[in-house]
């Protein structure tokens, strides 16, 4: 069974920094591309980041390059989202996704609020 669980949220300042992480189970973490999405209170949800298996090759949302880096340990089965120079629009609850035998895997989320 195909595990996420997020962890790391909560509130930051404007022009602060937050990691946030993805614990996962139930397949072979290293075998997948792992992503981060986000949605905020009557928004759509976006696509903030990605990572390939193998070579680890990322990929960002225009509204967070330069500002969120995505890393994985395949050791620890884990993908995390470092952010930086946090904005108030970065607010939302962060979940981490994979498709695993075509089925979309998604953990509860974790809140973050950027917030003075």
């Known amino acids: 069974q195909v595990q996420l669980v997020e962890s790391g949220g909560g509130l930051v300042q404007p022009g602060g920094s937050l990691s946030v992480s993805c614990a996962a189970s139930?397949?072979?973490?290293?075998?997948?591309?792992m992503s981060w999405f986000r949605q905020a209170p009557g928004k759509e949800r976006e696509l903030v980041a990605r990572i390939t298996s193998g070579n680890g090759r990322t990929s960002y949302a225009d509204s967070v390059k330069g500002r969120f880096t995505i890393s994985r340990d395949n050791a620890k089965k884990t993908v995390s989202l470092q952010m930086n120079s946090l904005k108030p629009e970065d607010t939302a609850v962060y979940y981490c996704s994979t498709w695993v035998a075509g089925t979309n895997a998604r953990g509860p989320g974790t809140q973050v609020i950027v917030s003075s």
């Open positions: 139930g397949f072979t973490f290293s075998l997948y591309a």
